[in-house]
């Protein structure tokens, strides 16, 4: 005869309840467009190591946000990034960078002996749907030179693409075709 206690009980009992949390939301990856090959651009450096991306707050939490037409910034219903943005956002910058330039590219920390030929830092202001239609991504990016190439620089940066709708599949590819374009102006820096 089996007998049931109360611990078996409330195992049965959470089991359920626990299952129909996890429905409730989707999470997404911080991706870009695949590349087409043979699309490289020649750089004056061969090595480059990307540092940490630096987001802003917004940019930085687990929720995808929107920015509405009052200004404020809300979540798209329970959608959520599949990973820390910050990580996401480096790890797709260099693998662009690498795959759309000449220079082998790599984020921090370098991983081989000798070291790069160039640094890059980039500090992202925003990064951001709005309902308007256009995903925006505004910042700085620094180039230093290890090996005497490229010429030393601090520049501002825009890239603004356009969002089919406000739904956070669209947003996440917005996202990834304004993470390409950055792509490409930070390739102009390393010329």
């Given at each position: 005869m089996t007998q049931?206690?109360?611990?078996?009980t409330l195992i049965a009992i959470a089991l359920p309840l626990a299952a129909c949390g996890t429905g409730e939301s989707a999470r997404y990856l911080i991706d870009s467009p695949p590349v087409t090959t043979g699309a490289e651009t020649r750089v004056s450096v061969r090595t480059v190591e990307l540092r940490d991306v630096s987001l802003p707050t917004h940019a930085s939490?687990?929720?995808?946000?929107?920015r509405e037409a009052d200004g404020g910034l809300r979540p798209i219903g329970n959608a959520e990034w599949a990973d820390d943005p910050e990580r996401a956002v480096t790890g797709t910058l260099a693998q662009l960078l690498d795959e759309r330039s000449t220079a082998t590219v790599?984020?921090?920390p370098w991983p081989l002996r000798d070291g790069p030929s160039a640094r890059l830092d980039i500090?992202?202001?925003k990064m951001l749907a709005n309902?308007?239609?256009?995903?925006?991504i505004t910042g700085q990016a620094a180039v230093s030179a290890v090996e005497g190439n490229p010429r030393e620089r601090v520049e501002r940066f825009r890239v603004a693409v356009p969002?089919?709708?406000i739904s956070a599949t669209a947003v996440?590819?917005?996202q990834g075709r304004a993470l390409a374009?950055?792509?490409?102006d930070l390739i102009g820096l390393l010329r």
């Open positions: 049931v206690t109360w611990r078996s939490g687990t929720s995808i946000l929107v790599a984020a921090e500090r992202i202001d309902v308007s239609g256009v995903f925006e969002i089919t709708e996440t590819e917005a374009a950055l792509s490409d």
